[in-house]
């Protein structure tokens, strides 16, 4: 299935390393996210975009930042991580006509490993 | 207290057994619930959402307890297929931005052995 393409699949980086993951879905959706799953714990949601104007930012710290050029498309743009940090990292997309809660389809995720 | 607490398992089953998973949610604001079926490296995917009124899906069967705040999964006849961790998911109230996402449970890992 390619609705929703991740980019790169694994990543393994240093701590002073800067990285870009990068989402891309083919659905015509107007709302995308990014999840952040670790061993052990729920999917986290770290950010919402909903017609290219971030929405929600979870608490994340600011390593982590995000960019939404337009509907299709959404980078996670990654600095000075920490180890803690290694997880599997997942976009999402959905069709939100406002009213929240409609099914959201993932990609495959990448996993980030630092080292 | 977690927002959506699921029993982790493994529940291992031999093939066509019958399994039921449970999930709790801690926001009796919640009003969209549905269970996501993630494969091992995999991503989550939808399996079903869950009605008030409960709803049957071929073999799945999914119920909503509102009072108690309980959400449950029945799967008969297990096939070797269904082996996964099944995600139970609610929203809150049906506004957009935050009050709309998905709260995610770990999820229940099964395990269904020929």
């Known amino acids: 299935e390619t609705g929703v393409t991740q980019t790169p699949r694994h990543l393994v980086m240093g701590m002073t390393n800067k990285k870009s993951l990068k989402c891309e879905q083919h659905?015509?959706?107007?709302?995308m996210y990014w999840y952040k799953q670790s061993a052990k714990k729920p999917l986290e949601l770290m950010f919402v975009?909903?017609?290219?104007?971030?929405?929600e930012n979870n608490s994340v710290p600011s390593r982590f930042s995000p960019e939404c050029p337009n509907s299709s498309h959404l980078f996670l743009h990654l600095h000075t991580l920490q180890p803690e940090d290694s997880a599997l990292y997942l976009c999402?997309?959905?069709?939100?006509?406002?009213?929240?809660?409609?099914?959201?389809?993932f990609g495959p995720g990448t996993r980030l490993t630092v080292t | 207290r977690k927002e959506v607490e699921q029993d982790p398992g493994p529940f291992n089953v031999p093939e066509g057994a019958t399994v039921a998973f449970n999930c709790t949610y801690s926001?009796?604001?919640?009003?969209?619930f549905f269970w996501y079926r993630q494969d091992c490296r995999k991503e989550p995917k939808l399996l079903m959402s869950?009605?008030?009124s409960g709803n049957e899906d071929g073999r799945f069967t999914a119920q909503l307890n509102r009072a108690s705040q309980y959400i449950s999964l029945l799967i008969r006849d297990s096939k070797l297929s269904d082996s996964a961790t099944y995600l139970c998911?609610?929203?809150?109230?049906?506004?957009?931005?935050?009050?709309?996402?998905?709260?995610f449970g770990k999820g229940t890992k099964l395990s269904v052995k020929p």
């Open positions: 869950v009605y008030s």
């Open positions: 998911v609610v929203t809150l109230v049906n506004y957009g931005g935050s009050q709309g996402n998905l709260i």
């Open positions: 659905l015509g959706h107007n709302a």
């Open positions: 926001n009796s604001a919640s009003q969209s």
């Open positions: 975009y909903n017609f290219k104007e971030q929405t």
């Open positions: 999402a997309s959905s069709q939100d006509m406002g009213g929240g809660g409609y099914e959201q389809y």
